[in-house]
């Protein structure tokens, strides 16, 4: 029944996943915000080195070239005055894409309309709001795009959106590491035969090229990052980070740390009880053991090793989708291998999509109407010029780690208006 109205009501269906991402919180696209590094380092590196010098810099021990460009294309074309609206709705776009490419992309862990409406689900209750329309996670949003090209079927995608695909996965190997860490997955899939030679090898050259960038630009720039990242130094907090990215995520909505932890362990046990035994072949448990190995990965490499939600992103995500393939799969949902155990499963993934979806509309912490709002009617003076107040404003963080921008009186005055709202006596 549920299947029928998915598959009769398709626009119906998007529209609804729109409303959800836009009623979240609708002042994000009302009264658009600057989240932290969006003006601390992207906006302040095109202070230091102008529009064009800036696209080319490193930062925080990788090459960001979306970043760098949509910080640089929208401070050139709407200035200081607009970027925020900006910057919110290009992030809305590449999220857009991302998250809807399960319509273009054609897959076994989405071939029906429940399996797809809950892929999109995930995806929507597993973002966290610090992650919520923001350009500083597009490398995470494209990396999901990322890890959905590489569980699609490559082979029968049609030339366009091939080619489309290509250049996002481009767009995400040289925007942080996150696709890139992605890539072994296609390797795998190749070796086992799932992606054709004539569509693999555009595929490697585009990761290539994508390594190539990044290496070449942070061996040119002679990086050495300050954040503390890749360091053995930090190795103590590293199961403390799992945690924070495995069970933190999946389970964002419930609260106590000790609930979480319960409902962890459960999880883990029916995943176990209800695939031991099943007739599945080990290509439909990709996207379970991917998952795994990407959140290991990607806690290693986090800041301190303190893993977290925005790191959880993919790497659950990708175990949803298992889960959702496997208790939606005609295989394991017959009425023989109806056993009380995936029964159990069932409702623990509903009661995790529940949950978390009521949670999905508390984001006070990320977004607080009652904060000043990135206007430049806000402006601060400051011994050396201007400051201005950008998201997050936390009154019990220290003074010194609240986000703002500094701008001197030659910035403000250059950079305040952009080619296409600069009035006419400037123009």
Known sequence: MFENFLSKNKYFVILFFIALILCREINIFLLPRLWAEEGTVHIHSIFEYGLWDSIWKPHLGYYSFLNN?????????????????????????????SVFSVYGLKSIFWDTETKRFFVILSALAFCSGEMWMSTIYIQFYVGLFTLLFGLSNINSQNLKFYII?????????????????????????????????????????????????????????????EISRFSFNYFGNFFIGLGNTFINTAFMGFGSILLKIFM????????????????YKIKNFIPLLYGLFLGIIFTFLS???????????IPVISIFIFLINFIFDKKTDSFEYQDIKNYFLKILIFLVFII????????????NINWPAYNLDNLIEYPYGYYLEIFPQWSDYPEKYNYKIIITEKNLNKYREGLLNRSDEYK
């Open 165 to 225: 695909s290509l250049a996002m996965l481009f767009l995400g190997c040289i925007t942080g590491i996150i696709s890139l860490l992605i890539s072994p997955l296609f390797l795998y899939r190749f070796f086992i035969k799932d992606i054709s030679l004539k569509k693999f090898i555009p595929i490697a050259i585009t990761f290539l090229l994508g390594l190539f960038v990044q290496l070449m630009i942070l061996i040119k720039a002679d990086v050495t990052s």
């Open 356 to 367: 978390n979806m009521v949670n999905y509309f508390d984001i006070k912490k990320f977004y």
């Open 264 to 279: 962890g362990f459960i999880m883990i046990t029916l995943i176990f009880l209800c695939t031991k035994g099943c007739n």
């Open 303 to 313: 800041y301190r090793m303190f893993g977290g939600p925005r790191y959880g992103f």
């Open 69 to 97: 460009i949509i910080a640089s294309s929208g401070i050139l074309f709407f200035g200081l005055k607009q970027i925020n609206i900006y910057n919110t709705v290009i992030a809305f776009v590449f999220y857009i894409a």
